[in-house]
């Protein structure tokens, strides 16, 4: 299932506006996610894109942004603090909560993870906060700048090279960090704190998880990331971080919409309900199970197929099952046979006089479909399979007419 973005813009603590990013799942999210990246990084981070995607899946809405003066937000980066980014983090979520809902998650990665533990205290619906990596004392951060830590003591400021870019930072910023207690607030944090790190962590040691571990009050949680370098720059370790955080999160946040279970196969199809939306619904097949849905255009979540869509892949299934039946009896050297098909209402006048006498001059369904056959075929016998791909018997019901008979299942005593 394909989630959907959307594009967020909204002013930050610095009074400029800030560029975000809302991934949606398909169907109404279990909760919301605001998302905070690691120092100098963004919200197009590979990882934190990945992470984002991961959690999508398993039904949340996650909200990225670019911190004040990176990516694609406004402002001098030179001018920012932990206490800014802590105040764009929390524009964030009131962003989320006038727009979408209120975010019942905080992720944070590297100084992220910092802000989302010193920025929870602002946020009443936040049940629950996870860190990536993050540092339990701030002014940790000042060993990424090398030898320059004393010209910004003595001019004020000085260029640092993080990561191959050159940033300015400000002796303001220094004080800023050490003005911050991250230990602290995370033992008087009053949500459930999950605290994931990687034992090899060059960058922010793994001392720290521990730190916060200890410092934090239940219900807390520790995962190792084991072998994960500090940006979790292996997709492996961003899904597994994503995964980790969607199951252990579920124990907190409060669902708005849960969906009702699937129904058991008591007949060949068995249909119901999800409960969420008009449209959505389980489709029970023996042990398949599946979601059919409506577009968003006409009031779905565009989290499955259509009816209409399931009715073409019938067709187009069923093409490929009769075809391969007939190459594999007549030995033809066939090496791949697919399908496309669509579906559409034409007027009777379109169509054969046969079958607009039988529609009574009302519109028509038409299902056009394109054979594509691979293989050392000759035109004879291409057009020989053509005339047995309208043999198949999905083919033949649509064509014929069919007898549905309908009836009222007892109601449960």
Known sequence: MTASRVTARFIGSQGVELAGRLDLPTGPP?????????????????????IA????????AVLRFDMTGLGGSDGDFANTDLSSNVADLVAAANWLSEHHQ???LLVGHSLGGAAAILAAASLESVRAVVTIGAPAD????????GGVTEQIDTEGRAPVTIAGRSFTIRSEFLEDLERHRVREAAGTLRRALLVLHSPIDEVVGVDHAAELYRAARHPKSFVALDGADHLLSDPRDAQFAAAVIATWAERYVLADQVALDPPSPTAQVVVAETGLGAFHNHVV????????DEPEAVGGFDAGPSPYDLLAAALGTCTTMTLRMYADRKDLDVTRIS??????????????????ERSGGRPVDRFTRTISIEGDLDAATLERMVEIADRCPVHRTLEQSSVIETGLAEAPS
């Open 30 to 50: 279990r909760a919301t996610v605001v998302f905070a990246h690691c120092f100098t990084c963004g919200k197009d981070l590979r990882s934190a894109s990945r």
């Open 53 to 60: 995607a991961g959690l999508t899946e398993h039904g949340f």
């Open 102 to 104: 209120a975010p019942q």
């Open 138 to 145: 701030a002014d940790h951060l000042t060993h990424l700048f």
């Open 285 to 292: 097949s023996g042990r398949h199970r599946f979601v059919a």
């Open 339 to 356: 399908v496309e098909v669509s579906h559409d209402k034409v007027h009777a006048s379109e169509v054969s006089e046969t079958v607009a």
